[in-house]
Structures are given as C-alpha cells and as structure tokens.
C-alpha cells in the first residue's frame, strides 16, 4: 500500500495524503530539511489563520521542526522564513530533532547501557539534613 502512494502519488505517507485531501490550504514553502508548510484562512469565529506542517520523513515529531519555522507555526511572526534571511547565526549548531529513544540519545556516565559503571564519590559532598529545631 505504501508503495502504492509514494509511486502514484509522490508522497511520503498515507497520512500526508489525508492532508492533503482534507485539510485544503496555501502552500507556503519547505525548509531545509524538506518539511513543507501550509497555511489557510481562519475558522469562522477564530481570528488566526490555520498553519501546519507535512513532515518529509512522515514521522510526526514537532522536534523536527527548525525554530525559525516553529515560530512561524505558532504565529509569533507573520512573515514565513526563508531559506537565507539571517535568523541562523554562523556561530549556532544545525537543528537536531529530539534523539531520546534512540541509539544516538546521550547517556551519561554510569548508564546502564554504558556497562553501568561510574567512578566513585570524591568525598567532597555532604548531604544537606534539615534543621530540626
């Protein structure tokens, strides 16, 4: 079935068709990653205009979602970033996506998973009791 939709359809996944089909919108642009954004008109009653993503990977995760364009999303700017507008500083690390669950998660030392050793306590801590007075 999956086959079925990215040969036909150039998709990603079942459910970026379901977007596409019933969620009609504006295509505003992609980031560098592949996302591509969306926007339309507000709901009767709301005041804000409706914006969403289709992630590339298909996979749901809004930690994939590079800050520039989380705060487009989240209407704390009007204007839709693009791909050189100068929010990304030459000093600041790429955008990575949220890494727990996964075999690249951090793992301090002593982990589990890391043998579960750690080194010993120096002795320069001392446990704070309460005063009991």
Known sequence: M???FNFFLG???PVTFLVRLFAYGQYVGTDQYGNKYYRAKARKNYSYE???VAYKTGNVEASEVPPEYHGWLHH???TFPAQNSGYRKPWQ???????TGTTLAYK????QLNGGKRARA??????WTPDMK
């Open 2 to 4: 999956k086959r079925f």
């Open 93 to 99: 690390k790429d955008h990575t996506p949220n890494l």
């Open 76 to 78: 704390q700017t009007d």
């Open 11 to 13: 998709i990603q996944s």
């Open 122 to 127: 120096t002795g320069d801590y001392q446990a």
């Open 50 to 52: 409706r914006r969403w």
């Open 108 to 111: 301090p030392p002593g982990h």
